[in-house]
Structure formats: C-alpha cells, structure tokens
C-alpha cells in the first residue's frame, strides 16, 4: 500500500493497516457481491414470511460467497459469469434462481452435505431444510449448474418441490452421482413439479449413473424437453430416468450413450411420449432400450409416438416376456392387460397370465367384433352369440369344401340310440350338421 492509499484510508475512517484495508475493501466489495447475486432471485412478495426468507436468503449468498472464494469476492457478480459455492444452496419456499448466463459452479473444496436415503451431496435443493421448509411452492432453477467433476456430487435434490416448483431452461453438467432427484424423504413428498428444457450430461469420471431419479411417492411430476446425454462412448450411463415407486409424465426425451432411457419400477406408472433414443454406427448401439418396464413396475404404463433412432428396442416390458423393437408403435399397459398397436400387428397380454378380456360395444349388432381388408370387405367376424364366421369368399382353402348345397326334407337335432336309428333318422341328423356348417360358413 502505497503513501497516499493510507492518507485516504486515514480520512475514511479505516485503519492505515494495510491488511485492515484490505479486509475493509473486502468486505464492502462482498457486499455489493451479495446485493447483485440477491438480485437474481425472485421471491413472492406477498409471502408473510417474504422478509424473512430475503433475509435468511442475503445470508446464505454472503456465506457461500465468503467461503468460495475470500480473496477476491468482488469479481463474483450475478449473471455475468461463475459463481463458486463451496457447500450446497438450499433455495428456499417461494424464491427462484433465475439466472441463466450465471454458471453455479462447485468450488474443489465443495463440502458435502448428505440428503436423502443416499445420503449423497447436492449442489442445490429446492427447499431448505435449515429453514425447516416443510413444501417448496413457486420454488424454481434457471440457470447452469455445474458440479466441476466433483467426486459423488450432484446437481438438484429435494423431497419438498410442490405446486409450481422445478427446474426451467437448465443445464446440469459434469455431476458425478445424479443431475436431478426427487424424492420422498422424511415425511416430506414432491407433488406436482415439473422440469422444463433440461440439458444434462455427467463428469468425466461418472459411469453406470442415471441422470433423473424420482423416487418414492414423488407422483404427478411432467418432465417436457429433456435432453440426457454423455460425451464419450466410454460414459456410458446406465438409465436417463428412473421412475422408482412414483408416477411422471414425460414428453420430449432425447437420450444418447444409456442402457435404458426410460425405466419403470417398483410400482411406478406413467407415459412416455414423443421421446427418441440415439443408436450408433460402431458397434452396439448407443442405446439398448428406450422405455424399459421392470417386474414389479406398476400398471397405467403408456409410451406413445416414440422413436428408436437406432437404438435398439422401443420397449421391453420384462412382466410379459415382451421386446418391441418397431418404431411408432403404441404400447398401453393397464390394470390387467397390455396392450401393442403396430401397423401390421396387434398384440395383447396379461402379466399376471390370467384370461384375457375383449370386450366389444353394440350388443344390438349382429357382429360384435369384424376383421376388415383395407377396402372394408369382411374376412371374418364374431357374432353376438360368440361364433366366429368366416367369408369363404376370401378364404384360400374354400376351393376344398365348396359346392354345398342344403338338403331336402326334416331336420332333426335330437338324440338317438346308433344301435336301432334307421336311415331316415340318420338323413334327418345328417341334414340338420349340413345346414349347422353352412350357416356358420364352414362349408358352402
């Protein structure tokens, strides 16, 4: 410090000790740091407890940005580069990050902070837990998130996101255990949240991982536009969402360099649609099943208008036994059967190996259930009294059994004794099976 960086220090009242000034200069610097991060939050103004939180919410900011990086917290600023968190950010009820040129970085000195039954560190929640949130409403991340290959750390955790909570327009990259997870934890539920234009990919180091996880009862969640990708061949990941015991809707997947891109389990339930997976041209393809339906997933499982790419399945539904490897093709599985729409085939099946039901409206008709050509001519049909008649006319093998013609005389249908019926009684027998067969087709 120079002669005249005293004299001002002198006249502002600061101490002429150069490490003093420094700290002073620090510390207002910090402060004009905290004030521009605070900036790019958003928080409901009509909360009661807003003041509170905006409070709690300064505090937090200054204590990430004092242990991040103390030498130098004025070359922090909000949405005008990198931020480094040295310990996760828990974003509290009804206040957003929206900051989506700002990368949250974790510092190499990250220190974990274990959440969930993984007990894995994160580097945001949604929700707080010092503040003893209970739900996270309005509660949402606009930005990058980047966990700096950070050994087992991941993106977002919380087991409170509610009504209006999620994460928009985000990149999540080079986490090491998860980019996202939801879950059911300590008596606290995620209900009605949504991720929206999500981009992840994990750490160098990060392998057999999976990308999204929903976990225990975190139900009527929507995931639109999510792109789940790796870098390299050899990242390969092992699912891009997991459905664990809950229920999501998920519209616009793309997964790339995965085992499965979707998977169902443990009484999971939901839809897929409009999703893609991504094969390759060396060797296996990148990846193997786009929606993969364990043993014990649950029923109500849709996947619709969903295309392979070169992957190598569409669904594999391992209750039934089944592989579809067709494009477009349209798979519902409900409470007792499953069902497969395919141009050229339709497909029907029970996990349980029960009966299978086809129930068809219009008991008045004649036909309860008709197969058709293309042009609408008739092959065959069941009647109301469930007989199956075929048109002969478009039957090959007809030219065998053709040229019936019904007999004269008395039908008769009733029982007889073959050691005293004579040959009228047998003619009369013989007419009623002719005309039996030609009613139902079976000759003509």
């Known amino acids: ?17 150069p490490l003093k000034v420094l700290t002073a200069n620090a510390q207002e610097a910090q402060r004009e740091t905290v004030n521009k991060v605070a900036a790019s939050f958003r928080y409901n103004e009509d909360s009661l407890e807003a003041a509170k939180y905006n409070s709690d919410l300064l505090d937090q900011i200054a204590e990430h940005l004092r242990l991040a990086n103390p030498r130098n917290p004025a070359a922090i600023a909000a949405d005008a580069g990198q931020v480094f968190l040295s310990r996760t950010f828990e974003l509290p009820h009804q206040v957003s990050l929206d900051t989506p040129q700002t990368r949250w970085s974790a510092a190499q000195s990250f220190q974990s902070q274990g959440y969930g039954p993984e007990m894995i560190g994160y580097l945001f929640t949604l929700g707080s837990s010092r503040l003893q949130d209970k739900v996270a409403f309005h509660c949402r991340i606009n930005a990058v998130i980047d966990c700096n290959h950070v050994p087992g750390l991941g993106g977002v955790w919380t087991n409170m996101a509610q009504e209006h909570s999620g994460i928009d327009q985000a990149t999540i990259m080079n986490w090491g255990s998860s980019a996202i997870t939801f879950e059911a934890y300590q008596h606290c539920t995620p209900q009605n949240w949504t991720l929206n234009d999500i981009h992840a990919f994990p750490s160098s180091t990060a392998k057999d991982r999976t990308f999204v996880q929903i976990n225990g009862n975190a139900n009527q969640g929507r995931i639109t536009k999510a792109s789940l990708t790796t870098g390299a061949l050899g990242q390969r990941q092992a699912c891009g969402l997991l459905a664990n015991a809950s229920r999501v809707v998920v519209e616009g997947l793309h997964v790339e360099n995965l085992d499965s891109g979707v998977i169902f389990t443990n009484g999971a339930s939901g839809s897929v649609r409009d999703s893609e997976g991504l094969g390759g041209t060396i060797g296996k393809g990148l990846v193997e099943t786009l929606v993969r339906i364990r043993a014990g997933a649950g029923a109500a499982i849709v996947v619709d208008n969903c295309r392979r790419f070169g992957a190598v399945n569409l669904v594999v539904d391992e209750r039934l036994g089944l592989r579809i490897t067709e494009d477009l093709a349209r798979y519902t599985s409900g409470e007792t059967a499953s069902f497969v729409e395919r141009a050229d085939r339709l497909y029907a099946g ?45 039957d090959e093998r007809s030219t065998e059994i053709e040229s019936w013609s019904p007999a004269r005389g008395i039908a008769d249908r009733s029982p007889f004794d073959t050691r005293s019926a004579n040959v009228a009684q047998l003619a009369e027998r013989l007419k009623a099976l002719i005309d039996d067969l030609l009613a139902a087709g079976v000759i003509e």
């Open 1 to 17: 410090m120079n002669r005249r960086d005293v004299m001002i220090a002198g006249v502002l009242g600061i101490s002429s000790d």
């Open 350 to 394: 029970n996990p349980d190996n029960s009966a299978l039901d086809i129930v068809a409206a219009g008991q008045q008709r004649a036909d309860l259930i008709r197969f058709l050509k293309p042009d609408g001519t008739v092959m065959s049909a069941i009647d109301a009294s469930g007989r199956f008649r075929i048109n002969r006319a478009l």
